[in-house]
């Protein structure tokens, strides 16, 4: 599902906790990115960041589904998840990411943090258009 | 086992850094390097599942290590760890940049991936910044939706293709091949070693396998004969087991800060709920 307004790009999606799935929230992210006129290298390293979100909320679990939700704004890009299951209260205490996870979304985005919404474990980052040199 | 956690930015890491820059005295560059290796394990472990050896892996992390420990400038301001971290994975990038072809995509993303490759190169140096997408789609010839494909595909994901054939049921963390957040927490091994003591020998192999040697619950399913899925409920069970022993033990110890209060790690909320709030 997406939506634009306003100069802003709005993408969502939902995806069982499933390991070939996890592609589509990697391309979902590459392909907004790419339309933002992002490099190369800056894809890559959200491919690894949004790969690095979802696992930091489902690591341990067979069940359940990550919603994700994107937004394109200008030259940055955001991108939140959500993990959700039957078990809410259990997904709340894993909001808490581990000390690695951490550290590779500061080397990969400008900006990340974690969330509960209505219970839920979440975690959000944020990356700008770097148009670095090579 | 268990043994490779990140080393602290204790004062005592600042204080090296502060002598290797004043002397680049060699002793100080080997116990820096020798004091983070257990990062670049970990760092290691967390992209094993990609059809490339551990051991590589972890040679190519190592190596970033040392090149980071010669160019980190101590008064930047920022944590050696996270300089780092950012060095390694831009080096174990690289790496299944130029050899991430144990992946199964078809020949054809192979071959535009190739293609991609070259394009890059030629167009960074013209350019002096990295290639957008249009860019290395007109460049190659091919749609943007397929170099955004065949890039996915050369970063050695498994999955490398959207519409790649077959059902896999493993579930996303089983298949990334990444640390149990759980690890985190139980990370004291004083409290641990009675724990891990207290599991059966199958569980002690099993976690052995996952944490310390980095394979896959399906890489282990095969080595101890068992499914995925009970593999799966065997390290559940085991880290749940080891979680309420260290819990346990914790209480009867001084306080200590814990992670159950999840918090943000950036001040300013994400957009998405700024929205949401206004």
Redesign the interface.
């Known amino acids: 599902m997406s939506e634009r307004k306003a100069g802003t790009i709005s993408v969502e999606l939902s995806i069982p906790v499933q390991a070939d799935l996890v592609v589509l929230a990697r391309l979902a992210a590459a392909t907004l990115a790419g339309r933002a006129g992002f490099g190369i290298e800056d894809i890559e390293d959200l491919r690894l960041a949004v790969e690095e979100l979802c696992l930091s909320l489902v690591t341990g679990r067979e069940d359940g589904r990550l919603h994700l939700s994107y937004e394109c704004e200008g030259d940055a890009i955001e991108v939140a998840c959500w993990y959700e299951d039957d078990h809410m209260a259990a997904s709340a205490r894993r909001a808490a990411a581990d000390d690695l996870s951490l550290k590779i979304l500061d080397a990969l985005v400008d900006e990340h943090g974690r969330r509960l919404r209505d219970g839920r474990a979440g975690a959000w980052l944020r990356k700008r258009r770097s148009d670095r040199a090579v | 086992m268990l043994t490779d956690e ?1 080393p602290r930015q204790g004062g005592d890491t600042k204080a090296l850094f502060f002598e290797l820059a004043a002397g680049r005295d060699p002793a100080v560059r080997e116990r820096l390097v020798t004091a983070h290796l257990g990062l670049a394990h ?2 290691a472990r ?1 992209y094993v599942n990609r059809g490339e050896p551990y051991e590589d892996l972890v040679q190519v992390a190592s190596l970033a290590i040392v090149k980071s420990v010669d160019r980190f400038d101590p008064d930047r301001g920022i944590e050696f ?2 300089f780092a ?2 060095t390694v ?1 831009g080096e174990l ?1 690289r790496h299944f940049r130029d050899k991430g072809w144990a992946v199964r995509a078809p020949r054809r993303v192979q071959e535009l991936y190739l293609e991609l490759g070259k394009a ?1 190169e030629t167009l ?1 140096q013209q350019l ?7 860019e ?1 789609a007109t460049a190659t010839g091919a749609t ?2 397929a ?3 065949a ?2 595909a050369g ?1 050695g ?3 490398a ?2 519409d ?1 054939t077959g ?10 091949g ?8 139980i990370e004291d091994r004083v409290l641990l070693a009675p724990a891990l003591a207290a599991l059966g020998p199958r569980e002690q192999q099993i976690l052995q396998l996952r944490f310390a040697y980095g394979l896959t619950q399906s890489e282990i399913a095969a080595r101890v004969g068992i499914s995925q ?1 009970h593999v ?1 409920r065997l ?2 069970a085991s ?1 749940k087991r080891l979680r309420s022993s260290v819990t346990e033990a914790e209480a009867g110890l001084t306080d200590r800060d814990g ?8 001040s ?6 700024r929205r949401a709030a206004s």
């Open positions: 990140a970990q760092l967390r760890t996270t971290t950012r994975i990038k890059t960074s002096g910044r990295s290639p957008t997408v249009r290395l943007e939706e170099v955004l494909e890039l996915e970063q994901y498994r999955t293709s959207i790649a059902r896999n049921e493993e579930t996303l963390a089983s298949h990334l990444g640390e149990d957040a759980s690890l985190g927490a899925m799966s390290l559940a880290l992670q159950a209060e999840p918090e943000a790690q950036s300013s909320a994400p957009a998405h709920e």
